[in-house]
């Protein structure tokens, strides 16, 4: 009978011969079976790639736990490292306190710019007069 083959089995990572075979999980997209070791040490890659991101903005890969998340007003996906967040930071607030177009420090008094401008951020009166006649 065929069904006790004693086709030897090989790990599908090192090529050992298995004596103790492994099921690797389904997301680890691995055909065949495992050893011990090779099956921890993909437990363990795994492990650390779920917890493990790179930062939207650079790149670098991080411990989540030293990710930030980006403020709601920034309209970011996913997670950014320290020094992108304060770039960003620095970034937003001095688009909020600026105008977009001549760089003025803009007072308490800001205008909105129109969507269809296509001009981000806030504007001093004389540039949000002069976009309002370009544009209408
Ligand atoms: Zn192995
Ligand atoms: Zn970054
Ligand atoms: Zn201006």
């Not at 890659?45 to 903005?57: G, I, L, S, T």
């Not at 709601?72 to 967040?85: A, V, Y």
């Not at 001549?102 to 800001?110: I, S």
Request: hydrophobic share 30%; glycine share 6%; with cysteine.
């Amino acid at each position: 009978m065929g069904l006790f083959s004693r086709k030897p089995v090989f790990c599908a990572v090192c090529n050992k011969e298995l004596k103790h075979k492994h099921k690797p999980k389904k997301e680890w997209n691995i055909n065949g079976r495992l050893c011990g070791d090779c099956h921890v040490d993909k437990m363990q890659e795994f492990y650390e790639a779920k917890v493990r991101q790179p930062c939207v903005n650079c790149g670098i890969i991080k411990k989540i736990s030293d990710l930030w998340e980006p403020r709601w007003q920034w309209d970011m996906e996913g997670l950014l490292c320290k020094e992108c967040f304060d770039k960003k930071e620095e970034e937003f607030v001095r688009r909020k306190n600026f105008c977009s177009l001549c760089g003025t420090k803009l007072g308490f008094v800001r205008y909105n710019t129109k969507s269809r401008w296509k001009v981000e951020g806030q504007l001093c009166k004389n540039c949000w007069d002069s976009e309002k006649a370009k544009h209408g």
